[in-house]
């Protein structure tokens, strides 16, 4: 099969990998201010557990086609694995990091 959910897992976690390799290489560079490091660094952060996150969804559609075998319509899991793949680290970086400013 060319197109499953196991794909546009994959599609997803490449991506999200990419994208945070390619903030990091243009961002490492420490000629920045204060502001714009920690704009990147915050970036960086969402981007890294966006990865970590496909990389649990991996696990969980695995557990679902072994343990789980009668299920018929794994497409239903795209929209949740998508919203919580993304929703949970943009809730994570945003309420927590302002946290981590005021402290520093």
């Known amino acids: 099969k060319l ?3 196991r794909t546009f897992i994959h599609i997803n976690l490449c991506a999200s990998l990419m994208a945070s390799q390619l ?6 560079e420490p000629r920045w201010s204060r502001e714009v490091c920690a704009s990147i660094a915050v970036i960086l952060l969402y ?3 966006v990865t970590f996150m496909w990389m ?3 696990g969980m559609i695995l557990f679902v086609v072994l343990v789980k075998v009668f299920v ?8 949740l ?3 919580a793949s993304y929703g949970l680290p943009f809730l994570y ?8 400013f ?3």
């Open 102 to 104: 005021t402290v520093t």
């Open 3 to 5: 197109w499953s959910t």
């Open 47 to 49: 981007l890294f557990l």
């Open 23 to 28: 903030v990091f290489v243009a961002g490492v």
């Open 56 to 58: 649990l969804m991996e």
């Open 72 to 79: 018929t319509n794994k497409r239903k899991y795209i929209v």
């Open 81 to 83: 694995f998508s919203i």
């Open 93 to 100: 970086t945003f309420l927590v990091t302002p946290i981590g």
